[in-house]
């Protein structure tokens, strides 16, 4: 008999999302009237920017020509993509990247999820707390968490960096030696961010103790304060010890799309191997390239129509995250994040549970949104809202909450 991979198997219970719509259905279904507001999963809902519909339309027309057809694209992404990703994201920025060390993905999920890849099972990993469940579910595959502990509420081989109000949301380096940083920022699901000085410290810490971090930055876009790295690489030798990985969801609305990328510079090298080169074979192993349509509208992305629409949405969303944490701390709501990133997180209110809050919220609001305990332990009493719905709705659902 064959045998199956029992890492499946170790984890608890169903996916945050697939229960929260589980217990939205159930509701919907006992109160066919009640006009529900969503501002729970974290999918955009502006459409694509015009510029990107062009870009998107020609390239269609190209693959109606023989002249023009494009088949398997290239390994890595296509060069005009990876060209004005290293001058828009990094060039400018100042930091030192080149375009053999960009590789362009279906997203950023996949990326954060697959590139576990490069290490070997003993690997520790540490994780901020709460944050994107990807980067632990992903391990737990691959058999590098450990148990899940009910009581802890968290893997037993997994390094917490807890990341709450009373730390300000600031994790604390490790206190045993991990091997993989996962660091997410601006943070899902907290919102908030670390300084450049903080960052800077993360990266003395990785290269001191022989770790690797990897930097998710699909919220860069929304940074708005200075002072803050758009990119890990504005930290000095992180180029030694960082992978950074990029989305186009969250700035240009690919979400249904699909285009990300990640980084890996050559001078991360580990046993004699360099990470990039093993990334490069592994990209040519499974995957066959982003199509061209979407590379070609990803190149539209970078153009200054492109990003002055892809501020446009910033601006939208970001209006919207005001419009909720305002609302909450008028209402006397304990209110974190949504300056420099699209979500809103709350201390859930009377010590009550994240799941009680959510029950509570769905029930006398009608308004969903996602239990902080979902995202970690560290997450249990916390809530969070996102700003990516409507303005109307996020107007609507702080006029309900406040009322309750
Ligand atoms: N990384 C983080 C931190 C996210 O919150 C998300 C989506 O919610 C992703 C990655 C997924 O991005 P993509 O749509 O590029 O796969």
Partial sequence: MYKINRN????????LFSTIAKKVSEYQEGHPDAKIIRLGIGDVTRPLPPTVIKAMHEAVDEMGNEATFKGYAPDLGYGFLREAIVAWDFKRLGCDISTDEVFVSDGAKSDS?????????????????????????SNVIAGRCGEYDEKKEGWTDVTYMPVTAENGFVPEFPKEHCDIIYLCLPNNPTGTTLT???????????????????????????????????????CEGAR???IEIRSFSKNAGFTGTRLGYTVIPKDIICDGMRLRDMWARRHGCKFNGAPYIIQKAGAAVYTPQGQSEVKELIDYYMGNAAIIRDGLKNAGFEVYGGVNAPYIWMKTPNGMTSWGFFD??????????????????????????????TKENSEAALERIAAL
Wanted: proline share 5%.
């Fill in 8 to 15: 499946f198997a170790k984890f608890p219970g169903s996916y």
């Fill in 113 to 137: 999820g697959s590139i576990q890849e490069l290490f070997a099972a003993d690997n520790r990993i540490a994780v901020t707390d709460p944050v994107y469940p990807v980067y632990i579910d």
């Fill in 196 to 234: 450049k000085q903080q960052l800077q410290d993360f990266v003395d810490y990785a290269r001191r103790e022989g770790s690797v971090i990897i930097y998710d930055a699909a919220y860069e876009a929304y940074i708005s304060q200075e002072g803050i790295c758009h990119s890990i690489y504005e």
């Fill in 240 to 242: 030694e010890c960082a």
């Fill in 360 to 389: 509570y919220l769905l029930a006398e609001a009608n308004v969903v949104g996602t239990p902080g305990s979902g995202f970690g332990p560290s997450g249990e009493g916390y809530f969070r809202l996102t700003a990516f719905g």
